[in-house]
């Protein structure tokens, strides 16, 4: 899986590059059909990532966010496949807070064996695939004075637990299983960066009881689980990928879960 990260790794600068040219500029924002908001930003880093995985990856599917909003899929997903998220933590973006992120990550039966998480802004880079996880400073800005990636892993579970929550979609669900949990401090961070800072052992736990899609989640999926973590749903199963025709929902639409170093 490391020929993959080192496919989808320029692609990830070169979108963060274009994501970082708007927001040094004025954002302008649009609403979707179901309410989130969307910048030209999003649009930019996803035609750039398309395009890349269309060149090196001509026989491999590509689910990314923007294109489904505007209803297109592709027919015949089969077991391998790629998802995109060209800007997660967009509302982040928007208020000119820094913890944005570009994600692009491989699914293969269902899980995720290779992801990018990338946040220009803070010019810093986390990598997932098998076993090996890793992060490394890169400037959007510059890209090859970047330093070298080093080996990242979950910490052994503390006697006092430390949750990473979102900044922009905090719950009262999420509050009561914190308070149920009896954890020591909890962390608000934007955008996929939640996996990452349990994956490089910052956090122990990372509960999601609110709607989030499979572009959002599979990359940081993919770090954490190669760094040791896992993410389950709510009945204790690994969180699986390319879910479509639900019964109460949309396609590639997650369940409740909880990521975890332990």
């Known amino acids: 899986m490391d020929s993959v990260l080192s496919e989808i790794e320029p692609l990830a600068i070169a979108a963060g590059a274009a994501i970082m040219a708007i927001y040094d500029d004025v ?20 035609a750039i990532i398309l395009d890349g995985l269309r060149r090196c990856y001509p026989e491999i599917p590509v689910v990314a966010e923007e294109e489904c909003a505007a209803g297109r899929t592709p027919d015949n997903l089969g077991t391998r496949f790629f998802l995109v998220d060209p800007l997660d933590g967009t509302k982040e973006f928007i208020n000119r807070r ?17 992801g990018i998480v990338y946040a220009p802004a803070l010019g810093v880079m986390y990598a997932g695939a098998g076993t090996s996880a890793t992060k490394r400073s890169i400037d959007a800005r510059h890209p090859k004075e970047g330093k070298p990636a080093e080996p990242i892993a979950v910490r052994q579970r503390p006697t006092s637990l430390v949750a990473v929550a979102s900044r922009s979609h905090a719950d009262a669900a999420t509050a009561a299983w914190l308070d ?17 800072l349990v994956a490089e052992g910052r956090a122990d736990v990372y509960p999601r009881l609110g709607r989030t899609m499979e572009w959002d989640t599979a990359a940081g999926d993919a770090v954490l689980r190669a760094a040791g973590g896992n993410v389950l749903t709510l009945d204790g199963v690994p ?24």
């Open 180 to 196: 149920e949990h009896r954890v020591y401090e909890t962390i608000s961070v934007g955008s996929s960066l939640k996996f990452c």
């Open 27 to 46: 954002i302008h924002v649009h609403t979707k059909a179901d309410a989130s908001p969307v910048t030209r930003a999003d649009g930019e880093a996803e």
């Open 98 to 114: 820094d913890e944005f992120t570009v994600n692009i990550a491989l699914i293969e039966d269902g899980i995720p064996v290779a």
């Open 239 to 262: 969180l699986v990928y390319g879910k479509r025709n639900l019964s109460m929902d949309a396609d590639f639409a997650n369940p409740h879960f909880v990521a975890s170093a332990d």
